[in-house]
């Protein structure tokens, strides 16, 4: 006998686990493209394809494209009015699901013998044919949690899966990948990565493609806009941002966490490499370190509500620090280590990145609400809503900082002596270099670098939410309750982690 569906008042299905599954399923997809960017690509361009001296400039000149990539395809995808047989935003991901699986193996073309003005096409070609794919991906994936129930609780419960989705669409990468793409001798193996990118732009496919089948619109995309609204003037609206306090100050808090997490990471893939020589565990300590935010997510619902969004987030980053400054034992001599001999400190910085963890997985899980609320201040100082506006100028500086952290990084490590694991000999032809010929003394001068690039993460993160956020949650209340809206909304507007 075949089973009935249970269907809503409007004909839908009934909301359940079923779309929660598949939501967490899109960000799945989504992160396990983008941490494989984020953890390969500066290894796989200056250690195998020998752009050591171009990476830093190029990856803030595509930084910033990726910056203003986001509103130019949003914009696209509102424009669009044509009738799709289930939903425009389910046809964006779909399109966007194929061209990842092409895109991202773009990211990664092994042709370490081509000339310096042909890697550089390559590269820059690459990346901005996979942002493009991702972004049609990704943007309107984020839209679609306000379609698929406009249930509060509903709402909360997919927010939680997409944390879910996130975490293990970073794992993926973090964890699988180091035991494939290192050859013997530590170096990095091209055209396996390259391999595993095709893969792992495949398994995106798949868990689109469950999304798409498994999702429900319940909640109408047709907005009526009325004729008699005041005319948008943009910079007007930019000078409301910075005038807005708990904008500037969350947008500083996120940057200084991109920047210093960013650039740290870019430092800590080397630093398996040549100081703990092991880079195949870096991904399974990473998966360690999360444990706290997953530990965490669950019990930032109530958090929020007895303490307040601001202070919680402050507190996160006192612990951010708190780790940051643990790891400066071994660097500064506190605990004496010797090349061959760092298992000791191999433990303490597992310990600080557990304490960090803990710190980022306090302030992640608010941080988009935060701004939500910055955009209800900027409404009962000025009069205007302008979330548009608000939202885009702080993506548009959250993803510059995601370039400038590893250019500064690696800008650092040229100066500290980082050589190309690749280079031609006198004849011409190709030859790597082991990264072991790299000097103790650079392994911990590494060392030190990435504690300093977390320290400054964490000190970003506190002069943002401390010095300049200015909704504690006696002055939230205050503005909800002159703007009229529900004090509770606290508890339904915390997010999921940031990836």
Same mark, same amino acid.
């Given at each position: ?24 399923a899109?960000?799945?997809g989504?992160?396990?493209?983008f ?16 752009l050591?001296?171009?990476?830093s ?16 395809i ?34 990664f ?54 944390? =879910? /989705?996130?975490?293990?669409g %970073?794992?993926?990468?973090? @964890?699988?990948?180091?035991?494939l793409?290192? &050859? #013997?001798?530590k *170096? ?12 792992m732009?495949g ?55 991109? =920047? /210093?997490?960013?650039g740290? %990471?870019?430092?800590?893939? @080397? ?6 020589? &092991? #880079?195949?565990? *870096? ?20 958090m ?6 601001k202070e919680?987030?402050l ?9 940051a ?5 071994a660097?500064?001599?506190?605990i ?11 433990v ?32 009962w ?10 939202y885009s ?10 370039g ?5 990084a ?40 990435v ?46 982690p940031?990836?």
């Amino acid at each position: 006998m075949k089973k009935v569906q249970k269907t809503d008042a409007n004909g839908h299905r009934k909301f359940g686990i079923r779309d929660s599954l598949a939501y967490a399923a899109g960000d799945l997809g989504c992160n396990m493209s983008f941490a494989l960017k984020g953890t390969i690509m500066p290894l796989f361009w200056t250690q195998v394809m020998g752009l050591s001296a171009w990476y830093s400039l190029l990856i803030v000149i595509l930084q910033f494209w990726d910056a203003i990539n986001d509103p130019l395809i949003g914009s696209i995808v509102d424009a669009d009015k044509r009738k799709y047989k289930r939903n425009k935003f389910l046809q964006y991901i779909w399109a966007g699901s194929i061209g990842l699986i092409i895109g991202g193996a773009c990211c990664f073309l092994p042709f370490p013998n081509a000339p310096e003005w042909a890697k550089i096409i390559i590269f820059m070609a690459g990346y901005i044919i996979w942002d493009a794919f991702y972004t049609v991906a990704n943007v309107p994936y984020g839209s679609l949690l306000s379609l698929i129930s406009n249930d509060p609780a509903d709402r909360a419960s997919l927010s939680a899966w997409r944390s =879910i /989705g996130s975490i293990f669409g %970073n794992m993926l990468p973090m @964890v699988i990948l180091p035991f494939l793409v290192y &050859n #013997p001798d530590k *170096s990095l193996n091209g055209p396996m990565v390259f391999v595993a990118a095709l893969v792992m732009g495949g398994l995106g496919f798949i868990c689109f493609q469950f999304m798409i089948k498994n999702t429900e619109i319940r909640v109408d995309t047709e907005i009526s806009v009325s004729e008699e609204q005041p005319k948008f003037n943009v910079f007007k609206a930019m000078g409301n941002f910075l005038k807005n306090r708990p904008a500037v100050g969350a947008t500083l808090a996120a940057m200084g966490m991109f =920047i /210093g997490m960013q650039g740290a %990471n870019t430092a800590v893939s @080397v630093t398996f490499q040549i100081y703990f020589e &092991n #880079p195949q565990i *870096s991904g399974l300590i990473s998966m360690f370190a999360m444990l706290p935010i997953v530990i965490f997510t669950p019990l930032a619902r109530k958090m929020v509500v007895k303490y307040g969004k601001k202070e919680l987030s402050l507190i996160g980053s006192v612990f951010y620090i708190i780790g940051a400054v643990v790891l400066f034992a071994a660097p500064l001599g506190i605990i004496p280590v010797s090349q061959g001999n760092v298992a000791v400190d191999l433990v303490l910085y597992v310990v600080a990145q557990l304490i960090m963890s803990l710190g980022l997985g306090i302030y992640s899980t608010v941080s988009w609400a935060m701004m939500g609320d910055a955009i209800d201040y900027n409404e009962w100082k000025t009069g205007a809503r302008e979330e548009g506006v608000v939202y885009s100028l702080h993506s548009f500086f959250r993803k510059l900082a995601q370039g400038i952290g590893p250019a500064v990084a690696l800008t650092i490590m040229q100066g500290m002596g980082y050589v190309n694991n690749a280079k031609p000999d006198a004849n011409g032809n190709f030859t790597e270099i082991d990264v072991s010929l790299l000097s103790w003394d650079f392994a911990v001068d590494l060392r030190f670098l990435v504690a300093v690039l977390f320290l400054i993460a964490g000190v970003m993160l506190f002069v943002g939410l401390g010095l300049i956020y200015n909704l504690d949650k006696k002055t939230l209340a205050k503005m909800n309750k002159e703007l009229g809206r529900d004090e509770v909304k606290a508890a339904d507007t915390v997010s999921a982690p940031q990836a």
